[in-house]
């Protein structure tokens, strides 16, 4: 069974810290690099952090430095640490296979981060 279980979410301060939790399938987390992805209104989902079977790590510029990414195989979890959140990051915030496409892909619901100013 396909599934992926976002949560962690909420309503965060700039400058806040929240922590993202996501539960994967077997079939989707197995080995494969697992990336956190988020999409603001009227904006792309757009790719923020991935992490490898073995732990690389990659982050994309805006999150650099604020945000950590980290998975635990034995669990088929992934997380995201959020640091000094600031109001730019407000999005709903999904995790998949880090080359998961939009249309070809399964998806879960996200969770809906909002920084307030």
């Known amino acids: 069974q396909v599934q992926l279980v976002e949560s962690g979410g909420g309503l965060v301060q700039a400058g806040g810290s929240l922590r993202l939790s996501c539960a994967a399938s077997?079939?989707?987390?197995?080995?494969?690099?697992m990336g956190w992805f988020r999409q603001a209104p009227g904006k792309q989902r757009e790719l923020v952090a991935t992490?490898?079977?073995?732990?690389?790590?990659n982050y994309a510029d805006s999150v650099k430095g604020r945000f950590a990414i980290s998975r635990d195989n034995a669990k088929n979890t992934v997380y995201l640490q959020m640091n000094n959140l600031k109001p730019e990051d407000t999005a709903v915030y999904y995790c998949?296979?880090?080359?998961?496409?939009?249309?070809?892909?399964?998806w879960g619901q996200g969770t809906q981060v909002t920084v307030s100013s």
């Open positions: 998949n296979r880090a080359s998961a496409t939009l249309k070809g892909d399964y």
């Open positions: 077997r079939s989707i987390f197995s080995i494969n690099a």
């Open positions: 992490v490898t079977s073995v732990g690389s790590t």
